[in-house]
C-alpha cells in the first residue's frame, strides 16, 4: 500500500493528538490503540498517531495515491487548525504536488430525469470511472463552480499536504453525494438530487444545469453495510439514494427492516429489495424537514428479532443522528462498530 509520513515539531504534541483523535471520533472515525500509537480506520486506509517528547509522527496508508492525498489532506488540514504554534509540515513518500488530486474527475451533465416531484436524477460523462464503482464506498464529494463561471478551476493538493483552494470569488463549493449507479462501458454515472426551496448549490445546480455544464468530483468514500444477521436502514430523503444502493447490493436472504421519511406518498420510489427486508415509508405531510415526531419516534422504538447481530445504518438530519447514535449505544447498548449513523444536512444550514 502507498505510504506518507510527516514528522511535526510541537510544544505540547499529546494535546494536539487528542484534540485530533476527540474530533474524528466525534464524526464517526474508529481509533485503536497499537503499543505507543493510535492507529485510525479510515475504510480505504489507515492514519497512525505517534506522540514523542516533542513531536507529532503522522503515517498515511492507502489503497491508491488519490486516497492517500485525500487522507493526508485531512490530517493536515486539521493539524493546522487545532495547533496553537507556527509548524511546518513535510511529507515523505509522494513526490511533488501534482495539479490534480489522483482521485478526482471533472464530469459534464448528459441528461436530467425527474423521479418524483422533488427528487431529479442527473447522469453525467467522465473519464476513467472506474474506482468509483465500488460496493464498499457510497458517495463522493462533488464541486459546484460559483455561477457565471465560465472556466471552472479545481483545488489541487499543496506542499503541506493540505487542499489549495482557488481565490474565493473562483473557489467551488464542495457537497456529498451518492452514486446512485453507474456504467463503466457507458462512462456515465448518475446522481440524484433533492429538490427544495431554500436551495443550496446542489438542489440549485440540480434545477437549472443544461447538458454540458461541469462539475469536479473526488472519491470515492463513504461507507456501507457491514455483514450482519439482520439489517436497521433509515433516513430521510438525502439517504434514498444511499439506501437504495445498499438495499440492492443485499444478498436475497438478507433480513432486516427500512424506515424511509419523505414529505408525502408523492415522494415515494420503488426500491427493489430482499423479501426479507420490510420497508416502511414515514410521511411528514405538513411537517418541515428534520423535524423529530416521525423518524426519531419510529427508530428509538423499532427492535429486531432475539439472537440477532443487528447492525443500524442511518443518514438523516445531524440533531436526529446525535440523537439515535446516544439511544442505541447509551439505551439499547449497541456497541459502535455495529452501528454507522451519519448526519447528512443541518436545520441549522445557511
Known sequence: MPVTETDIAL??????????????????????????????DLGRGTGTLTVSARALNVRVEAE???????????????IVEFAEEPLEIRWTGLGESPDAFANFREIRLVSAEDLTPHLRRLRFSG??????????????????????????????????????????????TPRYYTIRRIDLSAGTLDIDFVLHADAGPGSAFAETAQPGARLGMVGPLGRTVRPASWHLLAGCETALPAIARILEGMAPDARGEVFLEVAGPEEEIPLAKPAGVALRW???????????????????????????????????????????????????GLPKERQLIVGYWSVDDD
Open 11 to 40: 510544544t505540547d504534541p499529546a494535546t494536539l493528538a487528542a484534540r485530533l483523535i476527540e474530533h474524528m471520533v466525534e464524526h464517526e472515525v474508529v481509533f485503536e490503540t497499537r503499543g505507543v500509537s493510535t492507529v485510525a
Open 64 to 78: 491508491d495515491a488519490g486516497d492517500l492525498e485525500m487522507f493526508r489532506s485531512v490530517f493536515a488540514q486539521h
Open 127 to 172: 473519464p476513467d470511472l472506474a474506482r468509483f464503482a465500488s460496493d464498499e464506498d457510497l458517495h463522493v464529494r462533488l464541486y459546484f463552480p460559483p455561477e457565471g463561471l465560465a472556466e471552472p478551476e479545481w483545488p489541487r493538493p499543496g506542499p503541506d499536504g493540505r487542499t489549495l483552494w482557488p481565490a474565493d470569488d473562483r473557489k467551488p
Open 282 to 332: 414515514l410521511h411528514r405531510d405538513s411537517a418541515p424537514a428534520g423535524s423529530q415526531e416521525r423518524l426519531l419516534a419510529a427508530l428509538t422504538a423499532a427492535s429486531w428479532p432475539d439472537g440477532a447481530e443487528p447492525f443500524i445504518w442511518i443518514g438523516c438530519e445531524f440533531s436526529i443522528a446525535k440523537a439515535l447514535r446516544r439511544h442505541f449505544e447509551k439505551e439499547r
